[in-house]
């Protein structure tokens, strides 16, 4: 498992990969500042590029706050180059009716690199990306 940590020592975001699901799990805490989200993106992107994986499973249930200052960035920056590296279906877990949600509900509508769903429930997103091979 990976963990980065913010300037104040704490935990931001944990990466995982399965294998045998084939995708690499991350999980957000706190509140994601533009750098912060910059790297745990890249950090889990380039943990997609070290694997056989195509999936990204997504748990930002615990985000305080809003990401949308980095929309536009992962919309028109960040997609087509983790697309390119392999990226093939992206499942978001929000907790509802937060900033959060707001914000990848936004994401996924702009999206045209992948595939993204959004859920509120980490199971069911788990069960769409197995069931898309």
């Known amino acids: 498992m990976i963990e980065l940590k913010n300037v104040f020592n704490k935990v931001f975001l944990t990466i995982e990969t399965d294998a045998l699901n084939r995708w ?3 999980t957000w805490y706190g509140y994601p500042t533009e750098d912060n989200l910059r790297t ?3 950090a889990y992107t380039q943990a997609l590029a070290n694997t056989n994986a195509n999936h990204i499973l997504i748990d930002a249930r615990k985000v305080l ?4 200052h980095s929309l536009k ?3 028109e920056d960040w997609a087509p180059v ?3 590296m392999g990226l093939e279906y992206y499942a978001l877990v929000v907790a509802p ?3 959060a949600e707001e914000a990848a509900l936004n994401m996924r509508e702009n999206l045209y690199s992948f595939r993204a769903k959004v859920f509120n429930n980490l199971d069911e997103a788990k069960f769409w990306l197995r069931s898309q091979g």
Request: glycine residues 10%; aromatic residues 16%.
């Open 65 to 68: 706050g809003t990401w949308k």
């Open 40 to 42: 745990g993106v890249a």
């Open 73 to 75: 960035w992962m919309l």
């Open 97 to 99: 009716e937060t900033f």
């Open 24 to 26: 690499v799990e991350a």
């Open 82 to 84: 983790a697309a390119q």
